[in-house]
């Protein structure tokens, strides 16, 4: 478990970083051991199937658990109650850890220009996670779009905003009715993600939530009295692998979950690996990515980044993956609108119009897989950088600033795999030039109220 | 007094189709005589000229594919016939110099349809309008032509198994303007497990489908559409052109306008793939284990299958009973055989589709919950019934019907009957709904809104493929004229091929009823059979039989006498305000029956087409009439027919809804080839009359088999090579 821990924290951080940081924040490393040990002892197993009160928040990383210090799995309640309102920590600015003076120095420097960006998509993403979905008004997979936007630090209120918060992703993983529907079942003995209208919309969406969260596969998912765990999860979504489906939601899944090299067989007793997934993705039809369409590129991109990352070669179906990839993102960047977004514009009497949400789906979605797949030399291309801004710009004046629940399915989706594109790009490009987390008990403590 | 005839027959051809059809000519010259002192009535303006007009590429069968097309069903040269009649049309206005006229109107017909395309606050809405339907109206001498293909097309692919099936709801989507769909390719289906997993794939297609379908809307407009689409847009009303709310009925319109309506249809598209005789086989024959209980099932329980998508419920050869609205959970039921009951079976929010299969039996499908018998309110809902005697027995939104959904009832064999009150049996409103039936004698009965009915966004489809059939609707609700200045008596309809709006609330969509085959009896009441309303396109095809369509049911719906008295209005290929009607029948001696306003009759901007392809027919009603800016057309083509009443082909001078003359006038056809022929207002055979105005026409031709008998008669001769 605790090198479980110690893989998920070291997988939280930029490529090529990872001996340097290792040894920076090696005394958080043996909190979190000491931390999680400690959880291991709370945490139900699979064997454990009456247990039924739900299990801490999940861990994320260090990072988040930087972020939000209420995050860890010592905590013995639900992240949702009222007392660990994150605003309440913050006062209000974006999330970031008080310097430590033993912390080491930033890494690198972000130009003035990029600092006031950095400031602005810090305090969007801030003002928009404290806008919080609910469990009466919001469907399960308005939930997962929120998770996707906020990983394991994203709350929702319990029974509508007067009602207590709870964590995101437990409240998906505990299986609690949202909007009255319930997110999970057990099919073929293993716990499954519903399918349909107001939870998964999408085959393997949980899941691929759950991997992009880095939520640990050993994290409890209930059904009912049968606590099983994300694993269970994911061996569902291996014995569901067909030929000729969509399955780019399912790469990124098993992507996160699944040794690349590994081969399973699924209930119809066919052999599959995430290889050959990888095959039947580049054979599938692929359009109007840059009108949004990017679920089976991000499947694709996300694997190669945690190929890149396990240092695993890049060969075969995945050489192919990375041509096709790497030529995709010159064509989106070639076809981005002058002002930093993707989408249709129209040009009538002299004068361009556009449709504010379509342009926001297109470009949230756009810039998600370009900030989750794009090489790090490649991050700061001043393309992105406009799409980074334009998007910024979009939600933080745009109509959804407030009463977000209110909006639809679709809306909400925008929004938060916006507000995910802004989020890895934060992660991927400011948070290293940031004055590294030097915790201590006693800090995480105090960041209790 | 002179006979008024020329030119008959056109020059024979010598091609290969000329032996099969008197008329195809391809540049004959014909001359025609119009002979106004054989007109009957003393309104009718006489005209006597010879004049000589080029009938043009007249040959039906010179497409080659359409000929081997056209070979599976029906009268194989119903093109060709429906390209004479517009021919015909065409020849008549510019004999008569009235082209003008003609392009006035038509080009008044766009006007109008620019003025009323987007919300202005009149009655004329502008919403849910269909891009099919305004290109039709733009171009109502061509659309005859369309309609006959569409609907020849349409029953083919019923007739063509999965990829029919799959083709129906192609053509569905596009005349909907949910674009081009593809099909998909179906896997073969070997076994029962390959049958299972096909379920399986379909189901969770269908549930993803149908949530992006939602997407696009608020919690509160779905909630709004939940809470108010059936009581708005069915059980509230007792008359079919409007709505009791009508800005409720607004409000609705533009919610569905709103939604994924793209996705909506691929939930249907993703359903296609049961209807495979081959998949029901092996199904039949799925082993099962161990027997289960299910709540809300009596009866042996062979398997109980829980899937991320919804479980799967498969029911013995045994007699079963379902009542499917308390198995919760539970969105497929598939049943091995024995006589079974199902009770309800209505779609909701925890479970938006329902699949239910039955293999065998004579079954009883009870309810009286609307939505249900492979219906749906805010849902997707599919029947599919393979061996028996069935009947089918609801209220309102029944039987291949949908509200904002996909309803979707396929019964393979047997004499089944189906029973419902309002929007039932092939009825859409925001979406689809389908009732095919393949074989067996089966009776229809419905009191409104019913039997291949597309309201707004709509497009309902009944085709019965085989069978002597009974269908019966109206009888029940009083029509609405019957408190007018000049009201008429009788009841609602709205049944049998009709595509209607809602007055002031949305434009309508597309309604067919096709027929394939045996001696078929229609009844209907008001605004029925074949025919648009309210910027909708109706359409009626029967392909084959002598079928009756009487105008007026005989007996009230629950089956007394009627207490209103036998009249009928609207009907038999008509349209009525900025609407087009079809009505087309390929083969048999068949009636036509209405009272006013009936059998190819236009009613203000709009248009109604009744063809005949074939048998001796008799005609009951005002008969290829046009008013207040309207072109109704008879093309009867062969047989010795009768038309009753002394109305045919007449166009009414006057319009008071429109401005003269920037609407062109109304325009009256009645076209009889061959055949001996009865026409109550005295116009004789082989004559070429004009009829109230000069919009007004009745053309009595020989075809060529009569013309060899009549070949002697010198005015053919002489005509012939001028």
Redesign the interface.
């Known amino acids: 478990m605790t090198g479980h821990v110690l893989g998920v924290y070291f997988l939280g951080h930029k490529e090529g970083t990872v001996m340097i940081r290792i040894l920076q924040t090696l005394s958080i490393c043996l909190l979190l051991a000491v931390l999680v040990s400690a959880a291991d002892s709370i945490a139900p197993s699979a064997e454990e199937t009456k247990r039924v009160e739900e299990p801490a928040a999940p861990l994320k990383g260090p990072i988040l658990l930087a972020l939000n210090p209420s995050y860890s799995n010592q905590a013995p309640e639900p992240a949702g109650d009222a007392e660990d309102a994150p605003e309440e920590q913050t006062d209000g600015a974006p999330a970031t850890e008080p310097p430590d003076a033993a912390a080491p120095q930033p890494k690198r420097t972000l130009s003035p220009a990029m600092v006031a960006l950095r400031d602005r998509v810090r305090r969007t993403l801030e003002a928009y996670r404290r806008q919080m979905l609910s469990t009466r008004d919001n469907t399960a997979t308005e939930l997962m779009h929120a998770c996707l936007a906020f990983g394991c630090n994203t709350e929702v209120y319990q029974n509508g905003s007067s009602g207590k918060k709870a964590n995101g992703i437990t409240t998906l993983c505990w299986n609690v009715s949202c909007a009255g529907y319930e997110p999970l079942v057990i099919s073929d003995g293993r716990v499954a993600a519903r399918i349909g209208y107001g939870v998964q919309e999408r085959p393997s969406q949980l899941l691929a939530v759950l991997a992009l969260a880095r939520v640990n596969s050993d994290y409890p998912m209930r059904v009912g009295e049968d606590v099983r765990n994300v694993a269970d999860l994911v061996e569902h979504e291996k014995l569901g692998c067909r030929s000729n489906a969509d399955l780019s939601l399912t790469l990124t899944g098993l992507a996160y979950y699944v040794d690349d090299d590994a081969t399973w067989t699924n209930s119809l007793g066919e052999e599959w690996s995430v290889e050959r997934i990888v095959q039947q993705e580049l054979a599938g039809e692929l359009r109007n990515v840059v009108a949004g369409e990017t679920d089976r590129v991000m499947g694709l991109g996300y694997l190669l980044s945690r190929r890149a990352t396990r240092e695993q070669p890049i060969e075969g179906q995945f050489l192919r993956a990375k041509t096709f990839i790497d030529q995709y993102h010159d064509y989106v960047l070639k076809h981005q609108n002058s002002d930093g977004s993707w989408g249709i514009r129209r040009v009538s009497g002299g004068s361009t119009t556009y449709d504010s949400a379509q342009q926001l789906h297109a470009t949230g979605r756009v810039l998600e897989w370009l900030a989750v797949s794009l090489p790090e030399d490649r991050l700061e291309d001043a393309g992105v950088v406009r799409a980074v801004a334009y998007l910024d710009n979009l939600l933080a004046n745009g109509r959804y600033r407030h009463d977000l629940n209110s909006y639809s399915t679709q809306q909400i989706g925008s929004v938060m795999h916006a507000l995910h594109a802004l989020a890895v790009y934060d992660e991927r490009v400011f948070e290293p030039s940031d004055p590294e987390p030097a915790e201590t008990p006693a800090d995480r403590q105090a960041a209790r109220p | 007094m002179k006979s008024g005839y020329a030119c008959f027959p056109p020059p024979l051809s010598k091609g290969r189709f000329s032996v099969l059809w008197g008329l195809t000519v391809t540049t004959a010259m014909v001359a025609l005589t119009v002979m106004a002192d054989d007109e009957p009535s003393a309104t009718d303006d006489p005209v006597v000229a010879t004049e000589s007009v080029d009938t043009g590429q007249v040959n039906p069968a010179d497409d080659s594919d359409s000929e081997k097309e056209a070979e599976t069903v029906g009268e194989p040269l119903a093109p060709g016939m429906v390209e004479l009649m517009q021919q015909e049309i065409a020849k008549g206005l510019q004999l008569r110099g009235i082209n003008s006229n003609f392009s006035r109107f038509q080009s008044y017909l766009g006007g109008r349809l620019n003025a009323t395309a987007s919300h202005s606050g009149s009655e004329l809405t502008g919403y849910c309008r269909l891009k099919w339907y305004d290109r039709m109206l733009r171009s109502v001498l061509k659309a005859p032509s369309e309609a006959e293909e569409f609907t020849r097309n349409l029953h083919k692919a019923v007739l063509n198994g999965r990829e029919g099936f799959a083709e129906v709801l192609t053509t569905a989507a596009e005349k909907l303007d949910i674009g081009q769909h593809q099909q998909g390719s179906f896997a073969e289906v070997d076994s029962p497990e390959q049958a299972l997993?096909v379920i399986k794939?379909a189901l969770?297609a269908a549930?993803?489908a149908?949530?992006?379908s939602?997407?696009?809307?608020?919690?509160?407009?779905i909630q709004t559409l939940r809470t108010n689409l059936n009581p708005v847009f069915t059980t509230e009303n007792r008359v079919g052109h409007t709505l009791q709310r009508r800005s409720s009925g607004q409000q609705l319109v533009r919610v569905m306008q709103k939604m994924d309506r793209e996705s909506l249809h691929a939930a249907a598209e993703a359903l296609a793939a049961i209807a495979d005789p081959q998949l029901l086989e092996q199904l039949a024959s799925f082993p099962g284990g161990d027997p289960t209980t299910v709540e809300g099932v009596s009866g042996t329980v062979i398997a109980k299958i829980?899937?991320?998508?919804?479980t799967i419920v498969i029911g013995g050869k045994d007699r079963n009973v379902y009542r499917l609205d308390t198995m919760s959970g539970v969105n497929v039921v598939i049943d091995q055989g024995g006589n079974d009951v199902y009770y309800d079976g209505s779609v909701s929010?925890?479970r938006?589709?329902l699949i239910v299969i039955d293999l065998e039996g004579d079954d009883a499908y009870e309810s009286k919950t609307p939505g249900v018998q492979g219906s749906a309110i805010l849902g997707v809902s599919m029947l599919v019934d393979v061996e028996g005697n069935d009947v089918y027995r609801a209220q309102d939104v029944a039987q291949g019907s949908c509200l904002a959904g996909v309803g979707i009832l396929i019964d393979y064999a047997g004499n089944d009957a189906y029973v419902g009150l309002r929007r039932v049996q092939g009825q859409a409103v925001g979406g689809l709904g389908i009732l095919i039936d393949h074989a067996g004698n089966d009776r229809y009965h419905a009191a409104m809104w019913g039997q291949g009915f597309g309201g707004p966004w709509g497009f309902g489809l009944l085709d019965d493929v085989d069978g002597k059939d009974h269908y019966y609707g109206g009888g029940l609700y009083l029509n609405s004229y019957i408190n007018d200045d000049n009201p008429t008596p009788g009841y609602e309809g709205w049944v049998q091929g009709v595509g209607a709006g809602l007055r002031a609330v949305g434009d309508g969509g597309v309604g067919v009823i096709l027929d394939g085959g045996g001696d078929d009896v229609y009844e209907y009441d008001y605004l029925s059979h074949g025919g648009g309303y309210w910027c909708g396109m109706g359409f009626a095809r029967d392909f084959g039989g002598n079928d009756q369509r009487l105008g007026a049911t005989r007996v009230a719906y629950h089956g007394g006498p009627r207490t209103q008295r036998s009249f009928q209005r609207f009907s038999n290929g008509y349209g009525c305000h900025y609407a087009l009607g079809f009505l087309f029948d390929d083969r048999g001696d068949d009636t036509y029956n209405g009272t006013i306003m009936s059998v190819g009759f236009a009613w203000d901007c709009a248009v109604g087409y009744l063809c005949d392809f074939g048998g001796n027919d008799r005609y009951s009603g005002t008969e290829g009439n046009g008013a207040q800016a309207g072109l109704g057309v008879i093309f009867d083509y062969d047989g010795d027919d009768v038309y009753l009443g002394s109305g045919q082909g007449r166009a009414s001078p006057s319009i008071s809804y429109h401005d003269l003359p920037q609407c062109g006038g109304n325009f009256g056809f009645v076209i009889d080839y061959g055949g001996t022929d009865k026409y109550g207002c005295g116009a004789r055979n082989n004559g070429y009359y004009t009829r109230s105005s000069s919009g007004g026409f009745l053309i009595d031709r020989p075809k060529q088999t009569d013309a060899v008998n009549t070949a002697e008669r010198p005015v053919v001769k002489a005509a012939a090579g001028s």
């Open positions: 997993e794939h969770t549930q993803i149908y949530a992006a939602l997407a696009p809307l608020t919690k509160s407009e829980d899937t991320p998508s919804g929010p925890q938006p589709v």
